[in-house]
């Protein structure tokens, strides 16, 4: 039987992922976690198969998670379930750990599907994430200036570069509007930029947003 743990903050996408899996013989939801400190208390007094994580929760992100329970426990298969498409975070999230990467908007039988891959073991990845992987490997000493950002300006450089003002990200994120200006200021000089217009730029022509 496959063990699962839900890791979202919206209480109705746990409930209509538990619908979902729950139908599948050989797939039971085990617990759900409202956050990534809730996940990680229950990790480490659990066993699971898989941890299903959303990448955007509140407070601690889904990201620092995924870094803390792979520290913790590296054999656990870890799929992230985002509402951010994959040209953000699948690569990102894959270098960091994951099993595997999907959108919110993908088929139930897919989500079936990467969890009883990342269960065996194995890697669940779009063919065209795998695309993008094996080209990164023609430059594999060469990063990228959005590479060298954590996680956290990472995501912070995503939702400016959306167009959401700093309140909106504040509140999102769970941060005071001041860190949020502390992080931009952050993101320009570590790549070299002058202001949001040219960071904007910079994520369409890197494919960071649509």
Do not use: W
Request: a negative charge; proline letters at 4%.
């Amino acid at each position: 039987m496959i063990e699962i743990l839900i890791v979202d903050d919206h209480a109705v996408v746990r409930t209509g992922l538990r619908q979902i899996l729950s139908e599948i013989s050989d797939m039971t939801i085990t617990d759900e976690a409202c956050d990534a400190k809730e996940a990680l208390d229950k990790i480490r007094t659990n066993d699971y198969s898989v941890v299903v994580l959303d990448i955007a929760l509140p407070g601690k992100s889904g990201l620092d998670a995924l870094k803390e329970i792979k520290s913790e426990r590296p054999e656990l298969p870890v799929l992230i379930l985002s509402m951010y498409p994959e040209d953000q975070y699948a690569i990102r999230v894959l270098k960091s750990g994951a099993a595997g990467y999907m959108t919110k908007e993908s088929a139930p039988e897919e989500l079936v599907k990467a969890v009883r891959t990342v269960a065996g073991g194995k890697k669940y990845i779009s063919p065209s994430v795998a695309e993008r992987l094996a080209s990164q490997l023609d430059f594999a000493g060469k990063k990228e200036l959005h590479e060298t950002l954590s996680d956290r300006e990472y995501q912070v450089l995503c939702m400016i570069a959306s167009g959401k003002p700093p309140s909106e990200i504040a509140e999102e994120l769970s941060l005071s509007v001041k860190t949020i200006s502390t992080y931009r200021s952050r993101i320009l000089e570590k790549m070299n930029l002058s202001n949001n217009a040219e960071l904007t730029t910079y994520a369409i022509q890197k494919h960071l947003i649509n």
